[in-house]
């Protein structure tokens, strides 16, 4: 990729929150603790708004890990809201798990994208 980190702001910060976002999902992948997916809403919003609107390569060259990313969210969050009980249900948790599990492999794509890793 063609862009510069050094003096990048928007950049920087869109990678503090792509390693914030990548620690997320693995915390929720181990424990399954729902609290969890409220920071990530957070994270995954933020990290919407500095992508969207890039136009470097940086961020350009992960728009599909982007999508990949926010429609699993999405689809995380429709799921938790479908459950009809309190208490979620296997089905539900194994939905849901394999979201995050997308949003997992999604940042680990653009952190080697980004030659991170």
């Known amino acids: ?54 136009t470097e390569d940086a961020y350009t060259a992960i728009d599909e890990d982007m999508q990949t990313i926010c429609k699993n969210f999405n689809a995380a969050v429709a799921m938790m809201q479908s459950n009809e009980s309190s208490k979620i249900d296997m089905a539900t948790f194994v939905a849901v798990k394999k979201f995050v599990a997308n949003i997992f492999d999604a940042t680990v794509r653009i952190i080697h994208a980004y030659g991170l890793a």
Not at 5 to 28: K, P, T
Not at 32 to 45: D, H, P, Q, W
Request: aromatic share 6%; no cysteine.
């Open 1 to 54: 990729m063609a862009t510069e980190l050094e003096g990048n702001v928007q950049l920087q910060r869109f990678i503090a929150l792509l390693a914030d976002l990548n620690h997320q999902s693995a915390a929720y992948l181990q424990s399954g603790n729902n609290e969890i997916l409220s920071a990530m809403n957070k994270t995954v919003e933020d990290m919407y708004e500095i992508q969207r609107v890039g």
